[in-house]
């Protein structure tokens, strides 16, 4: 099937059967967000995964009471630098220098300007533009679940705090941003499953400037 199809099969599915997702259909959704582009390829985000049941559970509260959280396969949770520091930011010349093979201090303007304008944002800021880069991964691995016949539910409605506090994740240096349920459609429960799929039209999405 094309991407296009794909994308047409998938929706975000309301109630999942629990059944679980083969590992290498999660590992193939994770890579994509991997490849993921980013800006000045920081890639200043990292996907959290999650199959425990009991860890699920925990999760389930602080989402809200969802039924995704627990009947799904895996959870991924999306998430993103809560800055951008002198060390990140070096670690990914220096990472580009050696598998490239380049000079030591290739690109050290570029990456010297780089750091001169986050020192005038706050860490908010850096969030939020790290933020951005994690949405780009998390819409490469809901194209990729959908290739893989995998649903998949975009969910945001979760108290960020609390999860990032359940997984540890200021330790980490990192907040989270979404969470990506993944696993089979539950046919006979799920309400949303055989409604029309519904979008803004093509003529009022594509707004054709001269």
Excluded: C
Aim: proline share 3%.
């Amino acid at each position: 099937m094309s991407l296009l199809e794909n994308l047409s099969w998938r929706y975000a599915t309301k109630k999942m059967n629990g059944e679980a997702v083969a590992q290498e259909k999660i590992d193939y959704i994770i890579e994509a967000a991997r490849l993921a582009p980013t800006s000045s390829g920081l890639h200043p985000f990292r996907v959290i995964e999650i199959s425990d049941p009991e860890l699920k559970a925990k999760i389930q509260p602080i989402a809200f009471n969802q039924s995704q959280i627990v009947d799904a396969s895996h959870l991924l949770v999306f998430a993103a630098y809560d800055e951008y520091t002198l060390e990140r930011v070096d670690s990914v010349f220096a990472q580009q220098e050696n598998e490239r093979g380049l000079p030591k201090g290739y690109a050290d303007d570029y990456k010297n300007m780089l750091l001169s304008n986050f020192q005038q944002q706050s860490k908010e800021q850096h969030f939020e533009h790290a933020a951005r880069q994690a949405y780009i991964g998390f819409g490469l691995a809901i194209a990729a679940a959908a290739e893989q016949k995998v649903d998949a539910t975009p969910m945001e409605g979760f108290n960020n705090a609390d999860l990032d506090e359940l997984l540890g994740l200021s330790k980490l240096g990192l907040k989270s941003v979404t969470i990506l349920a993944l696993g089979y459609r539950d046919v006979t429960n799920d309400w949303l499953v055989n409604l029309k799929k519904v979008r803004v039209s093509k003529e009022n999405f594509v707004l054709q400037l001269s």
